[in-house]
């Protein structure tokens, strides 16, 4: 754990009531993107991430100072977008945002005022289409195959942890990112060609 998270768990253990929501400032921004990115929706992601925060403090008392807090947090985050996906499937919704998957213009991707402002007409239309295929080809995942894909390829988690994170053995952790890698790549071959191996 890092040493200002160790000192900040060390006080909120403490009865600081300040130092947990340090924690929930320095954390819920991460938590946020990655309970986006497997939601695909915002008001579900924000849904997450308040979860996860309660959640992590009821549990305070029994973490593990040499665990990493980071890493604690993304595995809650990532159980509690599942638990999400899971019920939005029963309830036969799709996981696909705000907006619908042929209506690019949508309610906007909170990640999007991070990106960089003013391409081109023509690169417009391009991402246009390609942020419309990735909608259409995430909602197709299973919600272990997206939860096992943003962990792979978001946030660099190797399949060992993806396993510990999502419950699973190491090679079925695998299979879902394969799995996943296979259904996009059909998905957006016809916008960004087919794969080189």
């Avoid at 992590?56 to 809650?76: C, D, K, M, Q, S």
């Avoid at 213009?105 to 295929?133: F, H, I, M, N, Q």
């Amino acid at each position: 754990m890092e040493a200002d998270d160790a000192a900040v768990v060390a006080r909120a253990r403490g009865g600081d009531p300040g130092a947990f929501r340090d924690l929930v400032e320095s954390h819920s921004r991460h938590l946020f993107h990655l309970a986006y990115r497997i939601t695909g929706n915002e008001s579900d992601a924000e849904d997450v991430v308040q979860e996860t925060f309660l959640k992590a403090y009821r549990a305070l008392p029994r973490f593990e100072p040499r665990a990493n807090l980071g890493t604690w947090l993304r595995r809650i985050a990532a159980n509690q977008a599942l638990d999400v996906m899971r019920a939005r499937r029963r309830q036969g919704l799709r996981a696909h945002g705000s907006g619908s998957a042929e209506d690019p213009t949508g309610s906007a991707d909170p990640l999007d005022s991070l990106r960089e402002k003013g391409p081109s007409p023509d690169r417009l239309l391009l991402s246009s289409e390609v942020a419309l295929r990735v909608r259409r080809a995430m909602s197709l995942l299973s919600p272990n195959e997206r939860a096992a894909f943003v962990l792979r390829h978001f946030e660099d988690m190797s399949n060992e942890e993806i396993g510990r994170a999502l419950g699973l053995r190491e090679n079925a952790a695998k299979q879902s990112v394969l799995r996943a890698v296979r259904k996009l790549r059909r998905v957006l071959e016809p916008v960004a060609g087919p794969a080189r191996c």
